[in-house]
């Protein structure tokens, strides 16, 4: 999982990212690829 200060660049690159709030923090999920995983900190 990547670690960014942004994750807006990140959503852009496959077309199944989700971006998600959990917990107070934004994650990026991809079901297809898990590959994209990221969280904004």
Same mark, same amino acid.
């Given at each position: 999982?990547?670690?960014? &200060?942004? =994750?807006?660049?990140? #959503? @852009? /690159?496959?077309?199944? &990212?989700? =971006?998600?709030?959990? #917990? @107070? /923090? ?16």
């Amino acid at each position: 999982m990547k670690i960014t &200060n942004s =994750l807006k660049a990140l #959503k @852009g /690159r496959d077309r199944n &990212n989700r =971006l998600v709030r959990r #917990k @107070g /923090r934004v994650y990026i999920i991809n079901k297809q690829n898990p590959r994209f995983k990221a969280r904004q900190g």
